[in-house]
């Protein structure tokens, strides 16, 4: 299996901050990374697909970015409405691993 | 609008047999170029994909479950199917179902999540 390690696992921080969350994976995935957003007692909600490609409705204060095997999801200026745990999940090979996740909380 | 409704027991007793299903409305589940798979969540911890199917029968499962999953597809309801056998209390989660993209594999539509406990 392709793993994938999120760093950091929770991050501390303010509003109007730039924030940059990163994904490695344990091999090569191109660029099948997907980044998601989770928040308490919803379903996850896809912010970005093949590694850089906005899903629509998706505010441009978040980007992606990476090949291969490091990926990073980066806020511009962090909003209320952020703070929420972060997930990527790799899709080049089943099993499609996620990672961790990243909490981010103010 | 796309949407996806999970429905199932929220309740199972151990080495029973886990039985969701999921309704799509506002679109039809023999689209080209979507898999519709499962996810689950166990209380408090991270994401885990348990398998794929394609409108056609085509499947994929999770190799740490394989042995005990089956997903199905049923057009004629527009649903899909996950059951899961002899169940243990590490299977106590929080099941998704989703839309999955046929290239990236990313999940842009859900369920609302139901949430499973293996228990006696």
């Known amino acids: 299996d392709i793993q994938m390690t999120q760093s950091p696992s929770s991050l501390s921080a303010s509003v109007g901050d730039r924030v940059t969350i990163t994904c490695r994976a344990s091999q090569s995935i191109s660029s099948y990374l997907n980044w998601y957003q989770q928040k308490p007692g919803k379903a996850p909600k896809l912010l970005i697909h093949a590694a850089s490609t906005m899903e629509s409705g998706v505010p441009s204060r978040f980007s992606g970015s990476g090949s291969g095997t490091v990926f990073t999801l980066t806020i511009s200026s962090l909003q209320p409405e952020d703070f929420a745990t972060y997930y990527c999940q790799q899709s080049y090979r089943t099993p499609y691993i996620f990672g961790q996740g990243t909490r981010l909380e103010i | 609008q796309l949407q996806l409704q999970d429905s199932g027991p929220g309740l199972v007793k151990p080495s029973e047999t886990l039985s969701l299903t999921c309704t799509v409305s506002g679109g039809s589940i023999s689209t080209r170029n979507y898999y519709w798979g499962w996810i689950r969540q166990p209380p408090g911890k991270g994401l885990e994909w348990i398998g794929s199917?394609?409108?056609?029968?085509?499947?994929y499962y999770n190799p740490s479950l394989k042995s005990r999953v089956t997903i199905s597809v049923d057009m004629s309801k527009n649903q899909f199917s996950l059951k899961l056998n002899s169940v243990t209390a590490a299977d106590t989660a929080v099941y998704y179902c989703?839309?999955?993209?046929?290239?990236?594999?990313?999940?842009?539509?859900w369920g609302q999540g139901t949430l499973v406990t293996v228990s006696s």
């Open positions: 989703a839309r999955l993209g046929d290239t990236y594999a990313g999940a842009d539509y």
């Open positions: 199917i394609y409108y056609s029968g085509r499947t």
